[in-house]
């Protein structure tokens, strides 16, 4: 059930009807467990399964873990939960890909091994749930948040529909504590949230579908055979197709809390405007690189155990990071790239920012860092979008291809450097900006025109192939 769908349209209109409805907050409550365990169901029921026994166990360890005063026992109840979640994870998103190069790493030797195909369907939003469930027994174990809610309450949080399959990752401490006590959206909370709803879903359907999608699709299925004008229009336009798709579904799963009353965390802010390889995983998916930071980077050790432990920490950090992403070497290319810049960044700080000239601080010098960022991090998303080594290589060997024949429409490309050259002004002159302070400022007539040329873009562009949003594989 997509966002953009007139499924999902109606689904709401139900849901939303029925919890205003309802007497009691319980009761309100209830309706969205159900209406969230139906709307995974949407996806495939079978797996509601997996989603309630995790959901369960977590919540039946927690508190088990906040009654125990036995240092020792706790630990046990909480690497039974480390050893769950990251087994179920590990074996629908990683078994095809483990078993595959294990059969790899024998033929290497010599050995022919044939095992039977596992056939694994991968339970969609398992990444998301699966953080979000872990942190709550983490956090419970270090005493940083109560574990005795009520099962309905944490069923609530873990698979409340609008960041179940592809985030934001909200944690315990940030969602729990409002679905405890009752709530309903105010006026203006339920008028920014469809507004979110409304920026959201152009963001996906007109941004990232219908302006980026179409280059990136032609260049990426046959690399070879474009030129170098094709290429970095994929490439460039493979930057604003992430940043838009996963971005619109992060405006709608915000929104859509927020006409429930339920406020979720920021996950970008204006990443493509950052200074830097740091600031820019501060601004791009942010419930995630804070994920990392607070329970994997940090408990290695973080910066606390000498220079070599920190870059050898910051790497590991990336490359589980990139390999969050999905079950392939591509993507633990793309998180060791990202480990790569920032422990060079790193160490360029640690060595030169005392000697940085004296106009570092000005304009110019910071335009061309954000500009540098932007040209980095576009091509390290080559390995992201591409299917194997080879294309990769392709892609990158096209960006130096220099052809007269482009195999690209001219009047499909241009709209491409057209849109990522204005998102990438976009984010540069509101880097230290939020999208509804810079809406407010805007006049009743802005507000309604901006608005209307949304809906009316969006009614234009629908009716086509309904694009399932990128990390919705994740």
Same mark, same amino acid.
């Given at each position: ?51 309630? +026994? ?73 990444? +998301? ?31 409340? +529909? ?137 408990? =290695? ?72 960022? +932007? ?82 873009? =969006? ?16």
């Amino acid at each position: 059930m997509l966002f953009n769908s007139l499924t999902f349209l109606v689904f709401f209109a139900i849901v939303f009807t029925l919890h205003r409805l309802m007497p009691s907050w319980t009761a309100q409550k209830r309706v969205l467990l159900a209406a969230s365990y139906l709307f995974y169901a949407a996806w495939n029921p079978p797996y509601v399964a997996i989603l309630l +026994f995790s959901t369960t166990l977590d919540w039946w360890l927690a508190r088990k873990i906040w009654q125990n005063a036995v240092p020792g026992q706790r630990k046990l109840l909480l690497l039974l939960s480390l050893l769950s979640n990251l087994g179920l994870l590990s074996f629908f998103k990683y078994g095809n890909f483990l078993l595959g190069n294990f059969r790899t790493a024998l033929a290497a030797i010599g050995v022919i091994y044939q095992p039977p195909a596992l056939d694994i369907i991968l339970p969609i939003g398992i990444s +998301f749930y699966t953080f979000a469930s872990l942190s709550y027994t983490i956090d419970v174990y270090r005493r940083e948040v109560q574990g005795h809610w009520s099962f309905l309450d944490y069923a609530l949080f873990v698979s409340f +529909f609008p960041h179940l399959v592809a985030g934001p990752i909200v944690r315990a401490k940030q969602l729990l504590p409002q679905i405890v006590q009752p709530r309903q959206a105010s006026r203006d909370q339920l008028g920014w949230g469809l507004v979110l709803v409304c920026f959201g879903l152009f963001s996906k359907v007109v941004m990232a579908d219908n302006i980026f999608a179409p280059v990136v699709d032609q260049v990426f299925t046959d690399p070879a055979a474009h030129n170098v004008v094709d290429s970095w229009a994929a490439v460039l336009g493979f930057s604003g197709q992430i940043y838009f798709d996963f971005s619109g579904y992060t405006l709608c799963a915000i929104g859509l809390a927020l006409c429930f009353g339920f406020e979720f965390p920021d996950n970008f802010r204006h990443p493509y405007g950052a200074r830097g390889f740091s600031d820019f995983w501060r601004r791009w998916h942010i419930t995630l690189s804070t994920w990392l930071r607070d329970y994997l980077y940090i408990p =290695l050790g973080g910066s606390r155990k000498g220079k070599r432990r920190t870059y050898i920490d910051l790497a590991l950090t990336m490359l589980i990071g990139g390999l969050w992403h999905g079950a392939s070497w591509m993507f633990v290319l793309w998180g060791g790239l990202h480990g790569l810049y920032l422990a060079i960044e790193r160490w360029l700080r640690e060595n030169f920012s005392r000697h940085a000239p004296p106009g570092d601080g000005q304009p110019k010098p910071q335009i061309i860092l954000t500009l540098f960022t +932007f040209l980095v991090v576009s091509l390290t998303w080559i390995p992201f979008r591409a299917p194997d080594v080879r294309a990769a290589g392709n892609v990158f060997m096209g960006l130096f291809r220099f052809r007269s024949f482009s195999a690209v429409d001219l009047l499909s490309m241009l709209p491409v450097y057209i849109a990522i050259a204005i998102t990438v002004r976009w984010h540069i002159a509101l880097r230290d900006s939020s999208l509804e302070a810079q809406f407010s400022r805007l006049g009743t007539v802005a507000q309604t025109s901006v608005l209307g040329l949304c809906l009316v873009t =969006l009614f234009l562009c629908s009716g086509g192939d309904e694009r399932a949003f990128i990390y919705f594989q994740f």
